[in-house]
């Protein structure tokens, strides 16, 4: 069983800039493409990016040229840097971890963008 561990939400001005992390422990972190979602107030869960064992990313078109997505499968760590946020950007922020039928999320992080 894989637990996720996310950090590095707050509350940053439009603009700014920050950087989530998502901490894996109970598993071969390596074997597992990483997901990440949000989920702004009222609204559905949505996919923001992922990156597969190799490394391959892909991302929603409203964050491209903004968000970069990667991993430290040394320290069994993903991240997700956000640059340039807008106020809708503002949600909890989910990790996921996804292997064959495995599927596993952390407990979310908010991130506020507002001025």
């Known amino acids: 069983q894989v637990q996720l561990v996310e950090s590095g939400g707050g509350l940053v001005q439009p603009g700014g800039s920050l950087r989530l992390s998502c901490a894996a422990s109970g598993g071969a972190f390596g074997n597992y493409a990483i997901y990440w979602y949000r989920q702004a107030p009222g609204k559905q869960r949505e996919w923001v990016a992922h990156i597969t064992i190799n490394s391959y990313t892909n991302y929603v078109e409203a964050v491209k040229g903004r968000f970069t997505i990667s991993r430290d499968n040394a320290k069994n760590t993903a991240y997700l840097e956000m640059n340039r946020l807008k106020p809708e950007d503002t949600a909890i922020y989910y990790c996921?971890?996804?292997?064959?039928?495995?599927?596993?999320w952390g407990q979310g992080t908010q991130v506020t963008v507002s001025s």
């Open positions: 996921n971890a996804q292997m064959v039928n495995l599927n596993y």
